[in-house]
């Protein structure tokens, strides 16, 4: 049996760019709590509009 002859591909962009597998984010919110913060700033805007 003769060996055999491998073809290795240059990776695309050369391996420039790596991408890490896991994200890393310092505050996780769900898409309903800034529904709640946004909600909340508005009623603090309102209730400060109506008092000056």
Do not use: D, Q, S
Not at 16 to 24: I, S
Not at 37 to 47: C, H, K, P, R
């Amino acid at each position: 049996m003769g060996k055999k002859n491998k073809i290795y591909m240059p990776m695309g962009m050369g391996g420039l760019f790596r991408f890490e597998e896991e994200e890393k984010h310092l505050i996780k919110l769900k898409p309903v709590h800034l529904i709640y913060i946004t909600i909340g700033v508005i009623a603090v805007e309102v209730l400060l509009r109506m008092i000056i």
